[in-house]
C-alpha cells in the first residue's frame, strides 16, 4: 500500500522546486558522521499518514 506522502510526493516536487518529501533525512543523518548520542524521531504525535513527515532530535560528535 502507497502511504499518502508517497502520493503527495508525485507533485510536490514540481510545484515546489523540487523538494522531495519522502527522502529518509533521519537514515541519512545517522550515517553522516561518527555520533556519540542519537536522538531522532517523528515531531509530535505525527504518524505514518501524515502529509508531511517531520525527523526532529540531536545528534552529539563523538569525542576523539
Avoid: F, Q
Wanted: overall charge negative; aromatic content about 6%; some cysteine.
Amino acid at each position: 500500500m502507497v502511504s499518502h506522502p508517497e502520493l503527495l510526493n508525485l507533485i510536490w516536487p514540481h510545484m515546489l522546486g523540487g523538494c522531495d518529501i519522502c527522502r529518509p533525512t533521519d537514515e541519512w543523518l545517522r550515517k553522516a558522521g561518527d555520533w556519540e548520542d542519537v536522538k531522532l524521531g517523528p515531531m509530535g504525535a505525527e504518524g505514518p499518514y501524515d502529509t508531511v513527515p517531520h525527523a526532529v532530535g540531536t545528534l552529539t560528535k563523538a569525542r576523539k
